[in-house]
């Protein structure tokens, strides 16, 4: 079974522009969670889709953004890069049953780099 | 808000040794509690987690953690550590209902010296 998926594994972009990170979950997960992992941040909640509806998000300006497909899979969309937007961004998912979630499965990120 | 504290940042331990890390939790009920491990560059795996029952949880690896609800603790522990552990493990809880919401302490990073 595979695992869950992210894209691109690297991608560097210029302050100012945007960034499209993309996440495939797990066959039969319905959730997909985002996390920024910056150095001397830790890990931090991002945002979180089920079922195509964003339910949380965390501390982060409207500039970070995101949808999920009607197939689960996600994006996370950065507008207006800054430099202290570089970071490793993991995705996870995790299987909604009966409405409540269990464990997250993590990919192995997407490292963002701005320059 | 719920809140996890990882108090130790870096562990050097020798092969074969045992091996606990910590983690104290904060949160009104009882959470729900995970421990990860990092390789560099690399994503999150899961070692264990606590949802609810026998408060000693055996994980992979044979890493095994003990909830301890009087004293707000998740520990982490393996008997003997070999060298292919070092890594960085996060401890994290997720509360009911959003189990995958979680939030993590800073990270321990472990070295194994041979």
């Known amino acids: 079974e595979a695992g869950v998926t992210q894209s691109p594994t690297h991608l560097i972009k210029t302050r100012g522009q945007q960034a499209t990170l993309r996440c495939s979950p797990i066959?039969?997960?319905?959730?997909v969670y985002w996390y920024q992992q910056a150095l001397g941040l830790g890990l931090q909640f991002l945002l979180w889709y089920d079922e195509g509806e964003e339910r949380n998000r965390g501390n982060f300006p409207p500039r970070f953004s995101g949808r999920q497909f009607p197939n689960y899979s996600s994006e996370l969309n950065v507008n207006a890069l800054e430099l202290e937007d570089s970071a490793l961004y993991l995705c996870?998912?995790?299987?909604?049953?009966?409405?409540?979630?269990?464990?997250?499965?993590f990919g192995q990120g997407t490292r963002l780099t701005v320059v | 808000a719920q809140s996890v504290t990882q108090p130790d940042i870096h562990i050097t331990v020798s092969e074969g040794a045992s091996l606990e890390l910590r983690c104290n939790y904060s949160?009104?009920?009882?959470?729900?509690l995970f421990w990860y491990v990092q390789s560099p560059g690399q994503g999150l795996q899961l070692l264990l987690k606590?949802?609810?029952?026998?408060?000693l949880v055996q994980g992979i690896k044979g890493f095994e953690a003990e909830f301890k609800r009087s004293q707000s603790s998740f520990n982490l522990r393996k008997p003997s550590v070999h060298w292919s552990d070092a890594a960085e493990y996060f401890c994290a809880v997720g509360v009911l209902g959003t189990a995958s919401k979680l939030t993590f302490g800073t990270g321990t990073r472990l070295q194994v010296t041979l």
């Open positions: 066959s039969g997960h319905t959730s």
């Open positions: 949160y009104g009920a009882t959470p729900y």
């Open positions: 606590y949802f609810s029952g026998d408060t």
């Open positions: 996870a998912s995790s299987p909604n049953r009966n409405g409540r979630n269990t464990e997250a499965f």
